[in-house]
């Protein structure tokens, strides 16, 4: 593994460590689900809908 790392530091690349969500946490998916039910009741939900609708290619996922 350090021989690896050493490879990658030489070319330019260095180790970042990322915290995400530990989805298998009962109170983790609680809190998401309370938080896309607000998003969802949200004034501006059907205009930014329109706007993600119109701005992505949706090719691309082809």
Partial sequence: MASR???LRAQGMRP????V???RDPKML????REG???SKHPENAA???WI????DWDALK
């Avoid at 970042?16 to 915290?19: G, P």
């Avoid at 609680?30 to 689900?33: C, G, S, T, Y």
């Avoid at 609708?53 to 992505?56: F, I, T, V």
């Fill in 16 to 19: 970042v460590q990322h915290w």
């Fill in 30 to 33: 609680k809190q998401i689900r």
């Fill in 48 to 50: 930014i809908d329109d």
């Fill in 5 to 7: 790392r050493d490879r």
């Fill in 21 to 23: 969500p530990d989805l």
């Fill in 53 to 56: 609708e119109a701005s992505y």
């Fill in 37 to 39: 039910a607000l998003l």
